[in-house]
C-alpha cells in the first residue's frame, strides 16, 4: 500500500490546498479513506491527522468503511421525492437489510443516499454503479438488483 | 488571432459539409440524462445497423435539446433533407427508423415529433414550433443538442470564441461597460448585478487574480449547468476568459460538483482542443492576455455553492462560510482578488460580448434583462430544460411550455431548497428577481418543482428542512440547532403528533434563523416552511387537528384497502408483497392484514400496471379518529 500511495502523491504538489484531490484519488484508488493513508497524507502534506479527518468527514463524498462490490445509490433530490424516491429507498434498506453508508455482510452492495444526480426530469433514479435507471419503480429496482451479483 | 481565423474558415467549411451532408447523419442526445433513458444502448445499436448493411452514415453524439420527457432522442438527417427528430426511442423503434431512413430514405413518420426546417416536411411539424419550444427565448442553450460538444470546430463555425475575439480588441474596462450596458445580473441566484462585482475586482490591485466558475449545482432538483456544460461546454469556457480578461485574472477555476462525471470528462477535452488552438496559456490570440483553466472537483456539500465556503473548499479545507467583508472580489482565494461567477452567467458572456449590449437588451425587462434557464420538474407532462425570457409568468412557464398538470394544480417550489412553494394564486406572477422575493420565494438558481394534489406540502416542507438540516456546516447556532428543531416539529406533525402551537414556534424558529446565520444556506433554509405556512396553512391544521393528509402521503396518516368488488382475486399483489400481509385464494378478493402491513407501495403498484388486476389496491387518507 505505501507504494501504491506514493505513486498517487506524485501527481500533486506539496502544498495543504492538494488534500482534497489526494483524497478523492485514494478514495478512488481503495474504495474508501484507509486509517493508513491518512497517516501518509499526514506525513506528505505536513498537516495532522486530525485535520485531515476534520476536513474528510466533512463532505459527503468519502467514506471510511469498505464498500461493496456494487454501489448502489437511491437519489432523493426534490423531483425523486415528489415521486416517490423515499419509498425506492426504504425497499432497498428492507431488501439490502442494512441502512444509509453500509455494507452488506456479504460485501455484495453498499447503500448510499444522494442529494441529486441530475436526471430530475426522469425521476426517480437509482444508480448503481455507473449506471442510472430512470422511472424506477418498487418492483422494477427488486428485478434489477438480481441481476448484479 | 489571424491563426484562429484560419481555423475558423476551415470549422465553417467543415460544418457546411455537416449541412449540406452527402451521406446520412444520425445525431443521438447522449448527456448525463439521455444516457440514463438508454442513449449509449442506441448508439451501439445503431453503429451495429450500419455496419451490418453496410452503409455509410455518421453518427454523431450532442448534447441535452431541453425536452427530457422525450429522451432519448435521436435524429436523422438525409442528405438533401432536413434533421427529422425521433422521440422516446427504444431499440424497436430504433430499428424501424434506421430502415426506414437509412435504407429506405424516407422519415419514419409514426415516431417522428419534429424538424429542423422552417416548414413542415411529409407532415412533420418543426422542431422549435412544437409546444414545449415555441414560447422558449434560446440565448444560452442556441447550440444545446445541436452541435457535437466533443468538436472544437462545430463550437467554432456556430461563431464561437468570436466574443472573446471581440473582447480582447477592447480595453478590460470598456468590456465591463458592455456587460454593465446588457444589465445582466447574476444566474447563482442572488441576481447581483454582474459588472458590480467585476469593477471592484478589477479595481482592486493585486498581481494575481482569480476567476471561478461555479458549477457546484448542489440544488436537488436541478440540473440547467450540468446540461450546458455537457452540451455546450466551449461555450463556458469562453465566457470564463471574456470574465477572466475584464477583470484582469490570469487562472481561472470549474468548481464541479464529483456526481458529474461527464461534464468534467468534457470539460477535459475542451480545454485540451483549447490549447490546441491557441486560447490556453500565455498570449492568447497573438494578445498580451494570459489565461489557464483548471478544474477541481468538489466533494459533495451544498454549502459550498456559498461564495466563501466554495474559496475554503479549494484551498483544502472545510467548506465553512466566513463573514463579509472583506468580499471575495477584494480578498478571496488564498487571499487574492477573486470573481465567482455562475455556469450560466458565464456561458451568456460570449453572446452578449458577440452580439452587442443592445442586442441583449431586446430580452426581458428593464431591471431584469435577458434570460433565464430552468429545469421544469416535478408531476408536470413536459419535464425538461428550459430557457425564457425574464418576466415570463408561471402560468406560461407551467401550462404553455410544461403542458400542465395531469392532476389539478397545487404548488410550484422555485429556487429549490432556499426557495418558496408558490400557491395557485400566484399563476401570474411574473418570474424575475424582485416579483419572486416579493413572495417571499427565490430565484435562485433556477430549478422548479411542480406539484399537484398528490404531493403533501407539509411532507415537501419538510424534506426540503432536512436537506437544509443534514448540509448546514454548523458554524451559526440559529441554523445548526434552528433547523434541525424545526424537522423535529415537521416530523411529529407528520407523524399525526402535532398540537397547534407548533405553528406558532416554527415561524418564530424560521424567522431567527433567517436574522441570525451567516450565509445564504441559513438565511433560506426556512423559506420552504415559512411560505407554506403562509400559503397552505390549512394542510398544516388538517395534519395537526383532523390526523388527515389529503394527498396520502404521509405514512403515519394513510392506510392501504383491497375494494373487494375490484379485486379480480389475480394473486400479483400477493407475490409482490414483503411482509406476507396479503393473502386469499386465487380468483377471490383479497384481504389485507393492516397489523403486518409496512406501506411499501409494492403491491399498489402491481396492482396498478398488471393487466390482470383490478386497479383494487387504494391508498387512502385514514384520519385519526377512523
Known sequence: ?149 | MNKLKKKITSAKKKWEGIENNKEPIVYIGAASCGRAAGALELIAETEKFIKENNISAKVIQVGCIGPCYLEPLVDIKMPGQPRVSYSNVNVRTLNNILKSQLLEGVPFIKAAIGNFGNSDFNGIPPFYELPMLKPQVRIVLRNCGLIDPEDIDQYLAMEGYQGLMNALQMSPEDVIGVVRQAGIRGRGGAGFPTFKKWTVCRNTPGEQKYLICNADEGDPGAFMNRSLIESDTHAVLEGMMIAGYAIGASKGIVYIRAEYPLAIERLRTAIKQMKEYGLFGKNILGSTFNFDITIKEGAGAFVCGEETALIASIEGKRGMPRSRPPFPAISGLFGCPTIINNVETLGTLPNILRNGAEWYNKFGKEGNRGTKTFSLVGKIRRTGLIEVQLGTTLREIIFDIGGGVQKPFKAIQTGGPSGGCLSEEFLDLAVDYESLASAGSIMGSGGLIIMDEDTCVVDVAKYFLDFTQKESCGKCIPCRVGTRHMVEILERITHGEGVPEDLLTLRTLGDTIKKGSLCGLGQTAPNPVLTTLRYFRNEYLEHIKDGLCRAVVCKDLIEYRVIKEKCTGCQSCVKACPTGAISGPRSEPHNLDKTKCIKCRSCYEVCRFEAIAGDAIVIRTAGKRS
Open chain 1, 1 to 149: 500500500m505505501p507504494e501504491v500511495i506514493e505513486v498517487i502523491f506524485e501527481k500533486y504538489q506539496r502544498k495543504p490546498d492538494q488534500l482534497i484531490p489526494i483524497l478523492q484519488n485514494v478514495q478512488r484508488e481503495f474504495g474508501y479513506i484507509t486509517p493508513e493513508s491518512v497517516k501518509h497524507i499526514s506525513r506528505y502534506l505536513r498537516i495532522s491527522e486530525n485535520q485531515i479527518f476534520g476536513v474528510s468527514s466533512f463532505y459527503a463524498q468519502f467514506r471510511f468503511t469498505a464498500p461493496g462490490r456494487h454501489s448502489v445509490k437511491a437519489c432523493l433530490g426534490t423531483a425523486c421525492h415528489v415521486r416517490g424516491g423515499a419509498t425506492l429507498l426504504e425497499m432497498l434498506e428492507r431488501e439490502l437489510g442494512i441502512s444509509c453508508g453500509e455494507t452488506t455482510p456479504d460485501r455484495r452492495f453498499d447503500l448510499e443516499r444522494v442529494a441529486c444526480l441530475g436526471c430530475c426530469a426522469l425521476s426517480p433514479v437509482v444508480q448503481i454503479d455507473a449506471d442510472i435507471y430512470s422511472r424506477m419503480t418498487v418492483n422494477k429496482l427488486s428485478e434489477l438488483l438480481k441481476q448484479y451479483e
